[in-house]
């Protein structure tokens, strides 16, 4: 622990190392300290979220994962909030993404998954943080930069994407022949720009970086698009916004995690 690439590991004018911890989290510290010497029974068995956060931080300072990640493990099977954020494989076709969240606690789940390995919980933080920002992730803890950089430039590339699906079958309803008559393209068009006006999203397509607008805020407007079926060709099946979008409809998967983030040299 004494080792590495912190003040601490240098000593001091008397030839003495220091520890100062002035501004660590004291029971935090003390639960290092405890591990570190082997006193294992003086060691919390349920810390809470903000605890294990200050013990991150202190494990990511001092580098010493190895010998605090067995504590760790323990803290995952007892704590109900890093157990329900193992979260699933992730796609735009899973209907119980709408309803997760990422904010605070999130954030902070995610900075623990990264500093104790926990990718399987780390990918699907980082979906979800592609999936609900609507800008750069701010935040305090010591994530790598890389990892910011890569939610912001996911997020762009999805919102792009479902946006693209938006504005292409506005364009293709005034320029193509998508429904059975002149007319009901017009009608689908008129329900599609009432819709995009209640979402408040302009009739031309945003550019990057998309400030403002959340993957999953995009992507619940082309859930929600709607229009009462009615055609002309009593051949046909009625044209309706949700069988037209079906020809434009791309799901996407975080799987430039296991690309990027959980390389050893991606810290």
Known sequence: MIEGR?????????????LGASEWNVEAFVILLNIMHGHHRQVTKTPTLELIAHIGILVDYYDCLEVVEIFYERWT?????????????????????????????????????LVFKNYVQARGLFGLAVFNTDGPLETDLAIPNRVLELIEQEREKLVEELLEVLFDLQDCLMARDLCCTLECACRLLGYLTRQMRSFNLPLTKPERPYLGYSAKRVHEMLRSLKAPGWCTDHNNEPCTLEVVLQDFYVPWEPSIFERELCKKDAR
């Open 77 to 113: 099977q007892w704590h109900l909030d890093l157990k329900k954020h193992n979260y699933p494989e992730l796609s735009l076709a899973i209907t119980t993404i709408v309803s997760q969240t990422f904010g605070p606690d999130e954030t902070v789940l995610l900075f623990i998954a």
């Open 6 to 18: 912190y003040r601490e590991s240098h000593p001091n004018p008397q030839g003495l190392l220091e």
